[in-house]
């Protein structure tokens, strides 16, 4: 599934300016949950509700605060991939109100272009889009300025990358913006035999998206099982990479992969390579953030087994202004997260057995890194799996292939300066759609003083009086009710969620929900074609 580009600058922020947390270093795990707290513990507000227009849905949030909303709007074509006719930037007033709405044609030489982005580059709006050229076989991608005064969309399409166009790669143009949005990334892998070396090709560009370097660059491994996992560009143009490659298609023992973290200097040159060793262990999944002291910050999970669960989480320290390792660590997730799923009497018969030191957990992503104050972060991950089924109709003959996307628990672990484990929660979630590319599932968080709130759609059945259900109902994208979960500073967890008849039953799409200030969440909850946009701030 492909992963939309998602700007973090806020959070990172928001997380850095708080206050000095007291963290209680714990050796065990701080994930039982508590009884769910009332409502009134949360403060919401609500704008005014409108009707999504016929055929079409909201693509992007791409500018909020407190004085409104500017937001994309696809028309035409499928609502669940980037094929569209029409585009129409949309206006909200500080109530959400609809202010003003503009519609824009998707095209270039009378045909259709394919949504790919929305940004701000140094408070300037672009639209970022694509075309599959069948002559040349390449498509291309294009910019235009939004012009904010009038929401209308430059006719001039500035040129900016082109890719390989093919019906069986999985090719497509990645973004990253620096801090200050001073510099534009833009990355693809190129074309190439599948035994060759694989390469990117990688282009920076300032705010007013003249490029400043371009390159290619040929990565470890073969095209076939290698890619660049991560990039970001700093505040004063430089890259930096998270590349992945395989000896093979399996990872069985840490020696058949690497991973390392590439420097690309502001004239586009290779000028440092750091490795992610861990002693014999196998790393699967990390990422990267850059801090305010010129400190690159490497986390990610790490397995005794293979490619498909988790044992524990590493930390990696880089100082980039002497181009130097500070110190690496691994720890093992505590026992009671790893086996969360099972019945208390299982735990209890596990705990200190040989079996629960082979014990894992399968299928967990890191989403997000929030850096602290302290110099330690929060590591946020959450269970994905993506998969095909098969149908078969014996009345037609035909045979239908449908996408199941699971997304499940919520793993959080707070890890100090050190690399140690502070604590480590783990809240049970179950998310299993089909054909939605997830639509209403996985989660939002917002950073409020010295918690942490998740917002996920849930089954209703699982939101009452009592703890959290160890193994929860199903939320099927249908239908469900908003639930919650708070993180205190010692790992505590708190859970609860809103009814059908305190919330209507209106669902979140946490793809288009930000925080807008250090203690208040701007939301977008939608049921059929009814929608609204609100506020969640803990009280």
Known sequence: MSQVFKIEILYMKLWVNIRSIAIITMCSCAANLSQAQSVDEINQTKGIEHRHLPNSSIQKLLQADKNGILSVRIKGGSLLVSTSSKLLLEEYDSKYAIKRSKESPLKYMGKRLNFEEAFLLKEKCYLFTSFPNQKTGLTYLFAQKINRSNLTVDKKLVFLDEMPSSNFNSYEFSFSISPDSNFL??????????????????????SQLKEKWSQVISLPGRLSNSSIDLARVDNDGKVYLLVKALTDNRVNSPEESLNKIVAI???????????????????????????????????GYYSERGINSVKGVFYMTIDLANNKVINTSAQALPFDVVARSLSEPKRSRLRNSTQADRMEVKDVNLDHIILRGDGGAMLLGEQFDSYEISDFDMMTNIQYNRTVYEYNDIIAVSINSSGAIDWASRIPKQQVTTDDNGRYSSYMYEVTKDKLLLLYNDNDRNVGEGERPINPRNFDGYSGVVAYSIIDSEGHVTSGGFTRKEDDGFMIRPFLCKQISQSKMLVFRELGRRYYWGTISLN
């Open 265 to 299: 200097n502001e004239q586009g040159m290779v000028i440092q390579e750091f490795p992610i060793k861990l002693n014999g262990l196998i790393i699967n999944g990390a990422n990267f953030k850059i801090n305010n002291q010129e400190q690159l910050i490497c986390a």
């Open 185 to 206: 990334l833009v990355y693809q892998p190129r074309k190439g035999k599948r035994n060759e070396p694989g390469k990117y090709s990688l282009r920076v560009f300032d």
